[in-house]
């Protein structure tokens, strides 16, 4: 394989399992001019168990606009270069999206090297529909606004795939509980493909009750979760143009509230629709 020059490969790294490293990526970082890494000591572990010793960049959130002209030059130049991001592939929940956004602007080549991702991952052992999905990465840290957030997706018909800590896991579940039905179908992913992988579902109430009972609250998590299994009616559809206008002069309770006046329908499925139609307008 010979790599083209000025080029940047986005490459998809392990997301715990090293033996999930594909042959194409092993050889991509074996012959690229630079690495432009999250973190070049997590990156320089991966290295050190290829047998790689490779010139390496910072690339992360905090230096993103600085090293994007830093790039930029070093492509012009003819090297090619690869981002990667500590585990998974890059952009998903991880820098890389105005570098390859600027990049394909001025008509520089970004070639993808595929490779694990913990969303497909989890979803591929959850159980739950994969038909259509939305991936809505981390929640809020505060309460207040993961409950919002939370709020404005529960009629949400996709099945959704959420990111957590092990800080907020026991607390966002909880919030799960609150807001979702307690027949919603979740399964929670732990540690994928590391040594502590577990992976257990059941409803909310049930894998709130796991987490705060077990010794499960440590390591990284994917949450997926069913979809609202009722779709929104045909007259809450013929409402949203109302509702929408309403939300452009008042509060989300307040346009529901209003709209449950004209059109006679009850004001909690307006209300959960005025809070995701807010959500799409932010």
């Known amino acids: 394989m010979t790599l083209n020059k000025g080029v940047l490969y986005v490459v998809a790294t392990p997301i715990g399992n090293l033996g999930d490293f594909t042959d194409r990526a092993k050889q991509v970082l074996s012959e690229v001019d630079v690495i ?27 230096n993103e606009t600085r090293q994007l002209e830093v790039i930029e030059t070093k492509l012009s130049q003819g090297q090619s270069i690869a981002l990667v991001s500590d585990a998974g592939t890059p952009l998903i929940s991880d820098p890389g999206y105005p570098l390859v956004n600027q990049l394909l602007s001025k008509d520089f080549r970004v070639i993808p090297i595929p490779g694990p991702s913990a969303i497909i991952t989890a979803l591929s052992v959850s159980g739950i529909a994969t038909d259509r999905f939305t991936f809505e990465g ?8 993961r409950l919002s ?12 795939v959420f990111y957590e800590s092990c800080h907020r896991i026991a607390a966002c579940l909880d919030d ?9 179908k979740i399964t929670v992913c732990r ?3 590391k040594k502590f992988e577990t992976i257990a579902s059941g409803t909310t109430a049930e894998l709130c009750q796991w987490v705060q009972q077990s010794q499960q609250q440590k ?3 994917v949450l997926v979760v069913s979809g609202q299994s009722t779709a929104v009616d045909n007259d809450l559809l013929s409402a949203q143009p109302i509702l929408e206008t309403l939300l452009s002069y008042l509060a989300p309770s307040q346009a529901a509230a209003a709209t449950a ?17 807010q959500e799409d307008l932010q």
């Open 176 to 184: 799960f509980k609150k807001v979702f039905e307690n027949d919603r």
């Open 261 to 277: 006046q004209i059109t006679g329908l009850k004001k909690k499925p307006l209300y959960q629709l005025a809070l995701s139609l």
């Open 138 to 145: 981390f929640l809020p840290s505060k309460a207040t606004a």
């Open 149 to 160: 957030k939370l709020k404005a997706l529960v009629n949400e018909p996709r099945t959704m």
């Open 36 to 62: 432009a890494a999250e973190d070049t000591r997590t990156t320089g572990k991966l290295l050190n168990y290829l047998g790689l010793k490779k010139t390496m960049m910072p690339y992360h959130e905090h």
């Open 219 to 221: 390591g990284e998590f």
């Open 191 to 193: 540690e994928l493909t």
